[in-house]
């Protein structure tokens, strides 16, 4: 990986969706209550154009087309339905370099990288699809005149709530299970980056029959609708600890089955025996720079033995170098943006409250100084030494390019400090 010299101007991809309304029923419909909001491309500050702020009316109406198609679609024989993912996945592949360039402009994330995100959702609709026949019963014999049995059913409709760090990659492979499965879906794409899933509705109008796949972007108010719908029978989430919660009391009420995936505080433990270079390395690519450290398995925590401490402070100092903020749709950027100013903002806050906590700047913590990259939402790699359990930045969740590293020596009470989050991912 190699940083690159300064940022290039880029322009918008040319194949933005045309459409900005919900999609459901099999076509693009007429909103309920026609409120819009500006779409901004992170790394440049400009307009993406204005998209649906979706509303609950609007989330009804897909859980309507939803709940009808699923009369049907669940009695699709399962390589029938097989066939029809697959057919998807082809027409992903073959606009993937289009996706991740309208993923880059959208959410900030490399361009690069936002190519391996659409090959990896084609990829999991395939995958998908291979298991149609692997959805089995029992049969349990309970004497010579009696068999009991099982069959394994779909649930109905099922909502998906798709997180802004992978628009694409998880609008596309998150709906593959449900759909294989015999479930109708009600995807609701990132607020801040929807243009993705908009572009993937038009490409694949046609191939599932109407109401099967449907789209509602929107904000808070649809991802309530979807949680709390009596007739929505499961609902799924990537997102925030807050978001998760939310989910879960607005689903309490008609006891559907709710699946979360949230928030992470991980850590990385290096051993006094450690090779220096193999845990520096580590300890940088685990950030997941690449993506502002806007990935749920950054290892935004590195627990490092005193007797190694100074010596891998300094890899790591030289280490982070090579990632350097550059236009997302440039093919040569290493590390994007923030995907929003509200984001930017909070990590910034959380680099003045690491300051002010007595963390020990390494590097990083401000803007970059390329003048290319004024107008975009971004922070230069940013590492805290010196860090202790008891600052924000060591046990809250930042999303962003933060990292936090803190030295130990006993073992016991390392690991007691490595458990001392709320959180679960790791």
């Not at 099982?150 to 992978?166: D, K, L, M, T, W």
């Not at 243009?195 to 796949?213: F, H, K, Q, T, Y």
């Not at 749709?329 to 990590?347: E, F, H, L, N, W």
């Not at 963390?359 to 401000?366: Q, S």
């Amino acid at each position: 990986m190699v940083a690159v010299a300064a940022a290039r101007p880029q322009p918008l991809p040319p194949n933005l969706p045309s459409h900005r309304d919900p999609y459901y029923a099999g076509q693009w419909q007429k909103p309920k209550s026609p409120r819009y909001v500006e779409t901004i491309s992170p790394g440049t500050g400009e307009s993406l154009g204005k998209v649906i702020d979706g509303s609950a009316a609007d989330a009804e109406a897909a859980i309507a087309a939803a709940k009808t198609a699923f009369r049907e679609w669940r009695h699709v024989p399962p390589l029938e339905r097989a066939k029809m993912l697959r057919a998807i996945a082809d027409v992903l592949r073959k606009n993937g370099d289009e996706l991740a360039m309208i993923d880059a402009a959208d959410c900030g994330n490399p361009y690069a990288e936002m190519v391996r995100d659409a090959q990896m959702g084609a990829a999991q609709l395939d995958f998908y699809a291979g298991l149609v026949t692997e959805m089995k019963g029992a049969s349990i014999p309970m004497g010579p005149e009696a068999v009991n049995f099982s069959v394994r059913e779909p649930f109905g409709v099922v909502a998906r709530i798709i997180p802004f760090n992978h628009p694409f990659m998880f609008v596309a492979g998150k709906s593959a299970a449900p759909l294989a499965a015999g479930n109708t879906v009600v995807v609701k794409p990132p607020e801040q980056a929807p243009l993705s899933s908009l572009r993937l509705a038009e490409l694949i109008d046609g191939i599932l029959p109407p109401g099967v796949w449907n789209l509602v972007p929107g904000g808070r108010e649809v991802g309530q609708a979807l949680a709390s719908h009596p007739d929505v029978a499961k609902v799924a989430l990537i997102g925030s600890v807050p978001t998760g919660r939310a989910v879960m009391k607005a689903a309490a009420d008609t006891l559907k089955p709710v699946t979360l995936e949230l928030g992470g505080k991980n850590a990385l433990i290096a051993f006094p025996d450690a090779d220096l270079d193999a845990v520096s390395a580590a300890v940088v690519d685990g950030m997941n720079f690449t993506w502002c450290g806007q990935s749920c398995g950054s290892t935004s925590r590195a627990f490092v033995h005193e007797k190694i401490y100074d010596a891998v402070l300094e890899r790591v100092k030289n280490s982070v170098k090579r990632y350097r903020p550059g236009i997302p749709t440039d093919p040569a950027t290493t590390m994007g943006s923030i995907v929003s100013k509200v984001q930017y903002d909070r990590v910034l806050a959380y680099i003045e409250a690491g300051k002010e906590e007595g963390a020990r700047l390494l590097t990083g913590g401000k803007r970059p100084s390329d003048p290319h990259l004024t107008k975009g939402f971004y922070v230069e790699p940013t590492v805290f030494a010196d860090v202790t359990m008891d600052m924000r930045i060591a046990k809250e969740e930042i999303f962003g390019p933060v990292l936090s590293i803190l030295k130990w020596s006993d073992e016991d009470k390392m690991l007691a400090q490595v458990n001392q989050v709320e959180y679960g991912l790791t």
